[in-house]
């Protein structure tokens, strides 16, 4: 079975602060991808990956930026936490192998105070 | 830009119902559709996947069928038990030169089955 891990379940942050959220995958995934979920705006993809070190834009990459230095592993990165990004977080990984069926972690709720 | 539409928002039905829930989209150029399902504070759990060139998928009591000329798919769950209970998410794939675009997805259909 896929299997993506995410670093925390739950995390409480400051303001200002540098949040980093870590997301692993053990099935050797070329694609990788941040979503944040937020009631009534539902699923957006912030950021997403084809390959190591390279990153592309989704729909709402403001404020954030991703670092993947290791084909299983995905960082997403809140330069300045802001309460604007309390939300819930959610890593998925897919492969052409698999025809682009994408595996989702249990999510991060990340509230920043 | 491709938006993606579940109906209904919510439903309750009695333990045993057959339902169907609905999902379109507005760009019919997809490379394939996802239905997931999301328990309460959960992640996403992997239902059924439809690439493009098919038009139905099963697994156990549920069916999904995909009419991508018309930008619709819909979500047959059969004899529905209260373990269904939970928001079931419609996302389609999009697929650009370096491989598959992220998922755009509805807001979901909230499901509840009353024993």
């Known amino acids: 079975d896929v299997k993506v891990t995410q670093s925390s379940r739950y995390l409480v942050k400051r303001t200002g602060e540098k949040v980093f959220l870590e997301c692993v995958q053990d099935?050797?995934?070329?694609?990788m991808f941040w979503y944040r979920q937020d009631p009534g705006l539902g699923l957006r993809l912030i950021y997403f990956?084809?390959?190591?070190?390279?990153?592309e834009k989704g729909d709402i990459p403001e404020g954030y930026s991703v670092s993947r230095e290791k084909k299983e592993r995905f960082s997403l990165i809140l330069e300045s936490a802001s309460t604007n990004q309390t939300s819930m977080y959610l890593c998925?990984?897919?492969?052409?192998?698999?025809?682009?069926?994408?595996?989702f972690g249990p999510g991060t709720r990340l509230t920043v105070t | 830009k491709q938006e993606v539409t579940q109906i209904p928002a919510a439903l309750s039905v009695p333990e045993g119902e057959n339902l169907v829930l609905n999902c379109s989209f507005t760009?019919?150029?997809?490379?394939?559709l996802q239905w997931f399902r999301q328990d309460p504070g959960k992640g996403l759990t992997s239902l059924l996947l439809?690439?493009?060139?098919?038009r139905e998928q099963t697994s156990g009591r549920l069916n999904a069928s995909l009419d991508k000329s018309s930008g619709r798919s819909t979500l047959y769950i059969a004899a529905s038990q209260p373990g269904d209970s939970a928001t079931y998410l419609c996302?389609?794939?999009?697929?650009?030169?370096?491989?598959?675009?992220?998922?755009?997805f509805g807001k979901g259909t909230h499901l509840i089955i009353q024993p």
């Open positions: 760009d019919s150029a997809i490379y394939n």
């Open positions: 996302a389609v794939c999009e697929y650009s030169g370096g491989g598959a675009d992220g998922l755009t």
């Open positions: 439809i690439q493009s060139s098919q």
């Open positions: 998925a990984s897919s492969s052409q192998d698999r025809a682009y069926e994408q595996y």
């Open positions: 990956s084809y390959d190591v070190k390279m990153k």
């Open positions: 099935m050797d995934h070329e694609n």
